[in-house]
């Protein structure tokens, strides 16, 4: 069974550029989280999609947004790339809202440059 | 509002020694705890969790954690370390689905790195 798959892996942009990161849950989750970890820290919230409505924002600028699609798919996308944007982002899915049970994905290595 | 602390950024230990990995919290509300780990360039794999059934929860690899509600600790502990176990670890928390709110998210402590030494 596939777990929490995240694509691409690897992106390098350059500053002001936008982005998009994708993400697929596990098969019957509903909800999915994206954080952001950067280097010698942990993961920071950045939201949480439940039935393709938004149930959670972080503390991060407009420039992130997010979206999930009726098969539960999600992307995050960041506009306006700033160098401290630079950071691993990760994907969580959970079965239901309340995120008692995540698996993250692999994430993706987001480097601006 | 929520939050943990990891007490010791970095924590070494010889091969077949006790593993004991410190976590703090603060929640206004029941908190659900949660124990990851971080393999280089991996994403985060769940060790256990604590959700309010019983205290001293047993994780995989040899693992377990003793949720202490008195000194607000979920303190993370291996009898005998592996070389495997190297790698980094993070204590989170959420709050717990009847605790009544409405914003599920995990909050992470800064992490902790454990080295194990042959």
């Known amino acids: 069974d596939a777990g929490v798959t995240q694509s691409p892996t690897h992106l390098i942009k350059t500053r002001g550029q936008h982005v998009t990161l994708r993400c697929s849950p596990i098969?019957?989750?509903?909800?999915v989280s994206w954080y952001q970890q950067v280097l010698g820290q942990g993961p920071q919230f950045i939201f949480q999609y439940y039935e393709k409505e938004e149930r959670g924002r972080g503390n991060f600028p407009d420039r992130f947004s997010a979206r999930q699609f009726p098969n539960y798919s999600s992307e995050l996308n960041v506009n306006a790339l700033l160098l401290g944007d630079s950071a691993l982002y990760l994907c969580?899915?959970?079965?239901?809202?309340?995120?008692?049970?995540?698996?993250f994905g692999q994430g993706t290595r987001l480097t601006v440059v | 509002a929520q939050s943990v602390t990891q007490l010791g950024s970095h924590v070494s230990v010889s091969e077949g020694a006790l593993v004991l990995l410190r976590c703090n919290y603060s929640s206004s509300v029941p908190p659900y705890l949660f124990w990851y780990v971080q393999y280089p360039n991996q994403g985060l794999q769940l060790l256990l969790k604590y959700t309010s059934a019983a205290t001293l929860v047993k994780g995989i690899n040899g693992f377990e954690a003793e949720f202490k509600k008195s000194e607000t600790s979920f303190h993370l502990t291996k009898p005998s370390a592996h070389m495997s176990d190297a790698a980094e670890y993070f204590c989170a928390v959420n709050i717990s689905p009847w605790s009544g709110g409405s914003n599920y998210k995990l909050t992470f402590g800064k992490g902790t790195l454990l080295t194990v030494n042959p």
């Open positions: 969580a899915s959970s079965f239901g809202r309340e995120n008692t049970e995540a698996f």
């Open positions: 098969s019957g989750h509903k909800s």
